[in-house]
């Protein structure tokens, strides 16, 4: 009976100690959100020209106001096209934002609707992201920028 409770005691200490490390080695997440806005700028091929928004439209847009930084770029309106990328001072308000973001694109494909469906694929496809500190989202055609938006994330 005392080697089988040893044998348990030893087991729970050692997974004790796993859950402890594995727990340790997760890190948080650092990225340059300009780096990050810029690469998809330029690597992602576009329909249409975008254009940074100041903090007042991005609010009016998204309904986030409580962002660290922002960079966010929109098109001329004749494309869904667009992007977003955010930094919040903590995990839970950029967790709070990803619903702000789901309703811009949800208010978004009620727009192109009836204005320009083909832009409707684009937005089925947008790319919603929290992680970390960080909120991302871009609409567009491909693959790009969820491969862009991955090598910066993971």
Known sequence: MEIKM???TLTFTILILLLTLSA??????SINIKDLSDHLLQQVAFEDELVQINQEKVALLYNIE???NEYVYVSSGAT??????FEFNNTEDAKNALQAAKNRISQQKSDYATYNPKEIQKLENAIVKNTGRYLIVCVS???????IIGEYTN
């Open 80 to 85: 869904a096209e667009e992007i977003a990328v």
């Open 66 to 68: 409580n962002a660290a």
């Open 6 to 8: 040893k044998k348990i």
């Open 141 to 147: 055609e491909g693959d790009t920028a969820k491969k």
């Open 24 to 29: 340790c080695s997760q890190k948080e997440v």
